[in-house]
């Protein structure tokens, strides 16, 4: 059979290749289902796509980089699929974690040890050091369980843990740390760590992202998947075809076919049509499905979720081809992740952002530099990407196609400012990707958002639809548009899976633990 041909029928039928989705069919093949993944793009991955994106050889990872939530997943925790034993995943601790270099050629290094850490903070503040090490054993002491019950959708005890968690979400990220941390630098990292999301930090709910991303750095420093972001969908793809389920590409999927008992079909945007025997599980974008079913009105619950979404932070990136690494600080501290920005330019980067505009002196930047640890991404050289946040409309009137390019030069310089090897010749390439551009490159990053966007619920935000089902019978949601989120996690595919086998009758455990 030629890979592009489809089935007439399938049990399931899982939307979209992203990890998220993967994951989900991955469980649902091994769980005896008969299982197709339709995606609408001619490769899998979704944001966890790796590509050469400036020079021949030079393998970039086009959103993801860091795999670090995903280390607590069940998934990759405890090899569920068999991701890493039978499939050889591999995934690369790195220490240092993360770098802050500073102005005056100073750096903060934050390495996979409490001990150390703390160590590196009581250089700028003792009492810092103190608070960050409460902070994290705090987490560590029961935040940490009730957090990973969150995340994977179970329901949680009414004990004083759980209400403490509970209580930490309903915070902002600014709040907690200026609560907690009084010298400049020490804020302006944590802070700096809790945007690793793509969360407005001054946003409520939070509150919880301070303790949770310092305590992953901690543990799993910049986990690098060898070979780059693209090995975590390849491996899945495997553990799908390995029990039988098919994936095929340059299939979009155009509606959903229903009636009053439920899914019925699927049709794809050059005509073909698949009937569903079981249940379809959608990992596109929920702002958008609900537009895409066919022969029913679509449930409420759907049409709230595309009504109350809204994009969130916007991302910008800039991807270059290096003639070597980097090396940070007058010390040249080498490392695959470091990060910029204060307090100050963090807060006015988002009110910059809200108003359509730039932040061009003392924005929020993440800098990757993964050949540092995995050099075979580009041999005899070096790739290197910054992330940052941009309003995908610009107040001024400009357009990015006029704009990219001057700005992205211009994050160069900031970081160059603090590190060697990014002098002009020391950039072999250089593509700066606009809001525009990162919609363009996967269609799921709506308004340039890449992780999933947001929710306005009642009067609060939330990153991810809490539900996986419908109301509409043999149809379910996964994707970063659906809990918790966005990120590298595999929580909304693993979540979606036990919605699905509980929804058909079957037993979870047989393929997932409890967590």
């Known amino acids: ?51 050469e994106l400036t020079l021949p050889g030079f393998a970039h990872d086009s959103c993801s980089s860091a795999h670090v939530l995903i280390q607590n997943n069940p998934l990759v925790r405890d090899d569920e699929l068999g ?23 100073d750096v903060l290094t934050m390495r996979p040890d409490l001990d150390a850490t703390c160590d590196e903070l009581a250089r700028f503040s003792e009492g810092d050091a103190r608070a960050f090490r409460t902070m994290v054993d705090t987490w560590r002491g029961g935040l940490a369980a009730a957090h990973g019950r969150w995340s994977s959708d179970l329901p949680q005890p009414r004990d004083a843990v759980t209400g403490a968690y509970l209580q930490l979400r309903e915070r902002s990220a600014w709040d907690v740390v200026h609560e907690t941390y009084e010298h400049p630098v020490v804020r302006s990292f944590v802070l700096w760590l809790a945007m690793a999301t793509i969360q407005d930090p001054r946003r409520p709910g939070t509150g919880f992202l301070p303790s949770s991303l310092a305590v992953g750095r901690l543990e799993f420093g910049w986990t690098t998947p060898v070979g780059g972001s693209q090995a975590l969908p390849d491996a899945l793809v495997r553990v799908v075809t390995a029990h039988g389920g098919r994936v095929v590409c340059d299939a979009a999927v155009a509606s959903v076919r229903c009636d009053a008992d439920g899914v ?103 800098v990757v530099n993964q050949t540092v640890v995995d050099p075979g991404r580009a041999p005899g050289g070096a790739t290197f990407k910054i992330l940052t946040v941009a309003p995908s409309v610009l107040a001024d009137g ?19 400012a603090r590190c060697a090897g990014l002098d002009p010749d020391d950039v072999l390439a250089l593509r700066t990707e606009s809001p525009l551009d990162v919609a363009a490159h996967n269609p799921q990053n709506l308004g340039g958002s890449c992780h999933g966007g947001e929710f306005e619920l009642d009067g609060r ?55």
């Open 1 to 51: 059979m030629n890979p592009t041909d489809l089935p007439t029928r399938a049990e399931v039928v899982v939307v979209g290749a992203g990890h998220n989705s993967l994951v989900a069919a991955a469980y649902l093949a091994r769980a005896g289902l008969e299982v197709l993944v339709l995606e609408a793009g001619p490769t899998v991955g979704g944001n966890t796509r790796t590509e």
């Open 264 to 366: 019925r079909a699927v049709v794809t945007a050059d005509g073909r049509v698949v009937e569903v025997g079981r249940a379809v599980v959608d990992g596109g974008h929920l702002a958008t499905l609900a537009g895409r079913l066919e022969g029913v009105e679509p449930p409420a619950d759907l049409v709230r979720a595309r009504d109350a979404w809204r994009p969130g932070l916007s991302v910008l990136a800039v991807h270059a081809a290096l003639r070597s690494d980097l090396a940070f600080g007058s010390a040249g501290t080498p490392s695959a992740a470091a990060g910029f920005g204060t307090t100050t330019g963090m807060a006015r980067h988002m009110r910059a952002h809200a108003a359509g505009e730039l932040e061009a002196d003392d924005p929020w930047l993440l």
């Open 461 to 515: 935000v939330v990153a991810g639809w809490p539900r996986y089902d419908t109301g509409l019978p043999g149809l379910y949601l996964t994707g970063a548009t659906t809990h918790p989120g966005g990120s590298v996690s595999g929580r909304p595919g693993r979540n979606a899976a036990r919605a699905v086998l509980r929804g058909l009758g079957l037993d979870p455990a047989t393929v997932m633990g409890p967590g």
């Open 398 to 416: 400009r357009e990015w196609a006029t704009v990219k390019d001057a700005y992205g030069r211009r994050l160069v310089e900031l970081v160059a």
């Open 83 to 105: 991701l890493v034993a039978e499939q050889g995943l591999r995934y690369l601790r790195t220490d240092p974690a993360v770098v802050m270099p500073l102005p005056d050629g």
